[in-house]
């Protein structure tokens, strides 16, 4: 495994493949619930190979929220009071925090 790794992306990853994943590591070791079959073992192959450790869009955004003290209840509040009630103000707070 590289030693470039996002463990919570590649554990993401592969659970999202099927695969019986318990943990990764920073150094990229990956412990699965059981031994794995062939065909899953070249499944989780591939899947190694094709992870990009870098951080997504999303991950860089929820780091921005909570770096401006946003949590994640705030913003979904404030998309209920937008789509509920047509209320944009808290969006706008929001909005405000992260500039």
Do not use: C
Request: proline share 3%; aromatic share 6%.
């Amino acid at each position: 495994m590289s030693e470039s790794v996002n463990p919570e992306k590649l554990h993401r990853e592969l659970k999202d493949a099927g695969l019986p994943v318990v943990g990764v590591s920073a150094s990229g070791r990956v412990d699965y619930s059981r031994a794995l079959t062939a065909a899953e073992q070249a499944a989780a192959e591939q899947v190694i190979a094709a992870h990009d450790p870098a951080v997504s869009d999303t991950e860089v955004f929820i780091q921005q929220l909570l770096a401006a003290g946003v949590s994640r209840y705030d913003v979904l509040y404030a998309l209920w009071k937008s789509v509920a009630e047509g209320n944009l103000i808290a969006i706008e707070e929001i909005t405000i925090k992260l500039k």
